[in-house]
């Protein structure tokens, strides 16, 4: 066992209040720091603790519920991890007010390879949160720490049945490693005889394609903000060369700051090592690329999303993809390059389209240079390019004024 007689423990308290000012959820932030050694290991981890099964009993809106919580998930490095004895554990937790001793060992060392350690019964079952091909997601909290997360349970057999075995072993291999504010946690997983239950970040304002539905369009405001935010995250995976190869409103949650969080990660890849030649993502969003050359080997790279990033601003500002039409009709024009962008968008934006829209994948504008296009600077001031961790998230009440 490893010895954490060096760690230091920092919680802080967060407390989210109903109506009647009565405490209905709390938040605890833990920073274990292990500063000695030429190793420095810091895990950094939010739990929700919510007060009489507040989960379950369901009384409260899910947007309190998660106050507070989602943007505070922060750094986790959970595969350094080493799990502390006892002895030090109470040593770590001995300069801590008891009132504050409300996160465990459990929800801070959740790590792929701790995955064997949980089992459905140590979850609260909340609402379901919807329903894919292959399972259902619900709300749930983790029994002894009150961590509130997603659980989302695959069926074994459906996923024998629609052979996507190798998808769904991917998007755990992949996702379990990510830690990014724009990118959804997978916290770890497990299953039983009959499923596979993967614990996600919860992302309290769902999923982004609905709230484009309702809105229609986005103003460019938002539409700048939100592109900043994925040009971040792809930044990211970039460098981890992880590729998404899926990106579209489908595949995107909103968190409780209504910060853009990615995610479906089944049709993602880790760049080195593996074929690329699987013909995948709905037409609207295929790059040319995609489509000219299914069935080769290494035909295409991570550029692949910077075409996806084009398309994605454009159906953000106009409301439907650039390239929508029949089929054939879809197909043609992608491999053309062929979209007309309405009057009602900015010179600036169609700028930054026009750019991302490259057939070419290597004259696509680099992701450094997305951030610094003048569309994004307009719209995002420093600090607000994507996440911002300064203010909790949020992002600043004068650009929203704007709109
Ligand atoms: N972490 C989460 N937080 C909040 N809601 C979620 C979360 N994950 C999924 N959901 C909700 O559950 C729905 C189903 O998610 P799931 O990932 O199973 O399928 P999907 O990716 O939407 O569909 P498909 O299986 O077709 O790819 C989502 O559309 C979303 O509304």
Redesign the pocket.
């Known amino acids: 066992m490893a010895d954490v007689s060096n760690l230091e423990a920092a919680f802080e308290r967060i407390t989210v209040t109903d109506e009647n000012d009565d405490l209905v959820a709390s938040s605890t932030t833990a920073t274990y720091h292990k500063s000695k050694g030429s190793l420095s290991t810091t895990v950094s981890l939010t739990g929700l603790a919510a007060s009489s099964s507040a989960v379950n009993r369901q009384k409260l809106p899910l947007q309190k519920l998660a106050a507070a919580n989602a943007s505070r998930i922060v750094n986790a490095s959970i595969t350094k991890v080493t799990l502390p004895s006892q002895a030090s554990q109470s040593r770590a937790s001995a300069d801590v007010p008891a009132h504050r001793r409300t996160l465990t060992d459990s929800v801070l060392y959740i790590q792929p390879s701790a995955a064997k350690q949980w089992s459905l019964p140590m979850f609260d079952i909340g609402k379901p949160?919807?329903?894919?091909?292959?399972?259902?997601?619900y709300l749930a909290k983790e029994k002894s720490t009150g961590f509130v997360c997603?659980l989302?349970v695959l069926h074994k057999d459906e996923i024998a049945q629609g052979k996507v075995e190798k998808q769904v072993r991917r998007e755990i291999e992949i996702q379990s490693h990510l830690a990014h504010p724009n990118v959804?946690r997978l916290f770890g997983h497990f299953h039983d005889n009959k499923r596979i239950i993967l614990i996600?970040?919860?992302?309290?304002k769902?999923?982004l394609y609905k709230h484009l539905r309702r809105e229609q369009r986005f103003p460019e405001w938002k539409a700048a903000q939100y592109i900043a935010q994925m040009a971040a995250a792809l930044k990211y995976l970039h460098r981890k060369h992880v590729m998404h190869r899926d990106i579209k409103p489908?595949?995107i949650?909103v968190g409780i700051h209504g910060e853009l969080k990615i995610?479906?990660f089944?049709w993602s890849v880790h760049a080195p090592n593996n074929r690329r030649n699987t013909m995948c993502g709905t037409l609207d969003y295929l790059p040319p690329e995609m489509l000219r050359g299914a069935g080769k080997e290494n035909f295409y790279n991570e550029k692949v999303d910077l075409w996806s990033l084009g398309v994605l601003a454009y159906e953000f500002l106009v409301g439907e993809a650039p390239f929508e039409d029949t089929q054939v009709m879809t197909y043609r024009k992608i491999a053309r390059g062929e979209y007309t962008v309405p009057n009602f968008v900015s010179a600036e934006a169609k700028d930054l389209i026009k750019r991302l829209l490259v057939i070419d994948p290597e004259k696509r504008i680099p992701l450094e240079d997305v951030e610094t296009h003048p569309w994004i600077v307009k719209y995002c001031q420093q600090g607000e390019r994507a996440f911002d961790r300064a203010s909790g998230g949020k992002f600043r009440s004068n650009l929203e004024r704007e709109s």
């Open positions: 949160l919807g329903k894919g091909k292959f399972g259902r997601v997603a989302k959804l996600l970040e919860f992302a309290a769902g999923e489908e595949n949650l995610s479906d089944g």
